[in-house]
């Protein structure tokens, strides 16, 4: 049975909340027949790649099959209003794998290397082909997206929060995996004001939504020790092989060429502004 959701603290109350399961397809599909929205965005998924090696089946149905039904249920209420429906698909850099060449557009082959990228893959051919059948569908590739509401389970949140925590004097160790994975950080606010220009945008089309900048893991720490106060951060990392994917991705840097000139957008806070707000959300008292 689907509970009634609680109400995030930052969700407006205005926003009307609908719970649901995207793997039921036929409720997502009455759902969207019942609300009638003009703009869909889906951004619902099983967000962790080390999580997708666990539960690789769960990640297939929610991160590519939930989103194809998804899409075909705006197809349906397309084609029953007779007006136009706008769909915006979360895609992921995590498409292109291991890529040979940095940075990656539009054009780069999609080559995944783990079993979110497979699903999320799955996603983006599938806004191709729905745009094929008359959807205005969208592909937003996303980079890495950080803010101070990314979950604690993920590498990001897990160096602010522990940071902080050793600013406080709370913990004596930050412990993690690969140091030098790179990967092109941007602030999620930004990435999701992208979705909508993209949507809204007269030309249906893929954007790559993304900094231009790749930074290792162990420069995010160090600026993450910076933004506290921290000095001399190496004595108080410690590297745990057991942490370290079975697969990382090589240099994920992206080109955000089509989406600058086409939608003029820019993302407005650099790397290191980044993780301040991340490092400064977690040091306020709780």
């Not at 019942?34 to 666990?54: G, H, I, K, M, T």
Request: glycine content about 6%.
């Amino acid at each position: 049975m689907i509970r009634t959701p609680v109400r995030p603290p930052f969700c407006p109350p205005e926003v009307v909340l609908h719970p649901g399961d995207v793997t039921d397809h036929d409720a997502t599909r009455r759902l969207l027949l019942e609300v009638a929205p003009d703009e869909v965005y889906n951004l619902a998924a099983v967000s962790s790649v080390a999580r997708s090696w666990q539960e690789p089946e769960l990640v297939r149905a929610v991160n590519g099959d939930a989103a194809t039904a998804l899409m075909d249920s705006a197809l349906a209420l397309q084609d029953r209003t007779g007006r136009p429906v706008r769909l915006v698909q979360a895609s992921s850099a995590e498409i292109f794998g291991s890529p040979a060449t940095a940075p990656q557009d539009e054009s780069t082959p999609i080559a995944p290397t783990n079993p979110y990228g497979e699903a999320k893959a799955r996603a983006h051919l599938a806004v191709g082909e729905a745009r094929e059948r008359g959807l205005h569908a969208v592909s937003a590739i996303l980079y890495n997206h950080e803010s101070p509401r990314r979950p604690q389970t993920f590498v990001t949140r897990k160096i602010t929060r522990t940071v902080a925590a050793i600013a406080r004097g709370e913990a004596d160790e930050l412990v993690l995996g690969n140091l030098e994975a790179r990967r092109d950080w941007g602030w999620a606010p930004d990435h999701l004001g992208a979705m909508v220009l993209a949507g809204r945008h007269d030309l249906a089309q893929d954007y790559v939504v993304a900094t231009g900048e790749s930074h290792s893991v162990r420069e995010f720490v160090a600026a993450a020790f910076a933004a506290a106060g921290v000095t001399g951060w190496e004595s108080r990392v410690r590297i745990d092989p057991t942490l370290v994917r079975p697969v990382d991705a090589a240099d994920l840097r992206g080109d955000s060429t089509r989406a600058r000139s086409a939608l003029g957008w820019r993302p407005t806070k650099a790397f290191a502004d980044v993780i301040l707000a991340m490092v400064e959300s977690d040091l306020r008292p709780r």
